[in-house]
């Protein structure tokens, strides 16, 4: 008997092959549509193609895909400490402007919780929410408030004025972070994020502006904020080195 079409399953599958991490995917023996297909608005669905579609986000996403390649290297090693920590933290700026966007992107990421696999929600002993619901609010609530606090909040602080400095001094790692926080795709994000115009959707989150919509899977975006922590940790070590503030 023939197997009953999977046309959300297939759009899925190769929006996340498009956009997503290795394995994000629904695997192939899934059939999307008959399981979840009635409860994916129609508009979704455009939202995904017109996202395949869309050659300048490609164009975006493959670049900062390249950047996340790079620093994937870099950070790992001691490159970034080395270079800040010969960089004095600005005059009026302290070490604690760092631990404190160090600690609430801790707490943001503290927030997606699992119990045997399941997420974990402050609601549970009074509501009980649909799973989809469930993972909607801990997995992409989690990565809005972390990319909030990463490229909003630390944009203009201490952080950016120390990676623009050591940048300056030519500093390569430094150098790759600041091309990285530039990329349209960073930017695009963090635009929507300032601005709240952004959703969830069956795929991820959208993130909107004047030129379209960007749509970002969960392990993209896990991916961008694992490296933007270590930069903040980076950057907190090599500041708590410091043992001088500039005039």
């Known amino acids: 008997m023939n197997q009953p079409r999977d046309s959300v399953g297939d759009l899925l599958r190769e929006f996340y092959r498009t956009f997503g991490m290795p394995d994000e995917c629904p695997p192939p023996d899934v059939n999307v549509t008959t399981a979840f297909g009635d409860h994916v608005p129609p508009e979704e669905v455009d939202i995904l193609r017109a996202a395949l579609a869309d050659n300048a986000a490609r164009r975006q996403l493959h670049n900062c895909r390249a950047l996340l390649d790079d620093l994937a290297t870099r950070l790992t090693s001691e490159e970034l400490l080395r270079e800040l920590s010969g960089i004095a933290l600005p005059a009026g700026r302290s070490v604690e402007e760092l631990s404190l966007g160090v600690f ?28 989809p619901l469930k993972v909607q ?3 992409q609530g989690s990565l809005v408030l972390r990319l909030y606090i990463a490229l909003v909040y630390m944009r203009e602080g201490v952080l950016a004025e120390l990676i623009a400095a050591s940048a300056r001094a030519g500093g390569p790692c430094s150098g790759q972070i600041r091309r990285l926080l530039a990329s349209d795709f960073v930017r695009r994000v963090r635009n929507a994020l300032s601005h709240g115009s952004f959703s969830p959707c069956v795929a991820g989150l959208v993130f909107r502006d004047d030129d379209g919509a960007v749509v970002a899977t969960p392990g993209m975006l896990n991916w ?13 070590a090599a500041g708590a080195r410091s043992p001088h503030v500039s005039s």
Do not use: E, H, Y
């Not at 399941?118 to 649909?130: E, M, N, Q, R």
């Not at 961008?224 to 907190?236: G, H, V």
């Open 104 to 131: 609430w992107f801790a707490l943001a990421g503290a927030l997606d919780r699992r119990d045997s696999g399941l997420p974990v929600t402050p609601f549970d002993a009074k509501i009980d929410l649909p799973l």
């Open 137 to 139: 609010m801990t997995i």
């Open 224 to 236: 961008l904020c694992t490296w933007l922590n270590l930069i903040q940790l980076q950057a907190l």
